[in-house]
């Protein structure tokens, strides 16, 4: 994501000729565009989208338990000292 709005950024001063980016070439430019696309596809690939995505879920559905057990009076899972 950051990657893209880098690219965003770089486009737009390059397009309205402002500061030092107006004296760039046009490949350094657009090369954050290609660098999000590269990422992108490994991440796809490599399954690290669905591993951050279940990794969410769980991590949603360990509060709503524990928001549960907590409003029924319950210890949550907090180890003992």
């Known amino acids: 994501m950051y990657l893209l709005v880098i690219g965003v950024v770089l486009t ?41 995505a279940a990794e969410k879920m769980e991590q949603r559905k360990q509060q709503r338990i524990d928001k549960q057990r907590e409003s029924l009076g319950l210890r949550s899972k907090t180890p003992r000292r």
Do not use: H, M
Request: hydrophobic letters at 55%; charged letters at 15%; glycine letters at 8%.
């Open 12 to 52: 737009l001063l390059k397009y309205l000729e402002i500061g030092f980016v107006a004296n760039w070439s046009w490949w350094w430019v657009l090369a954050p565009y290609a660098g999000a696309a590269l990422w992108w596809a490994w991440a796809d690939t490599t399954g690290y989208t669905k591993r951050k």
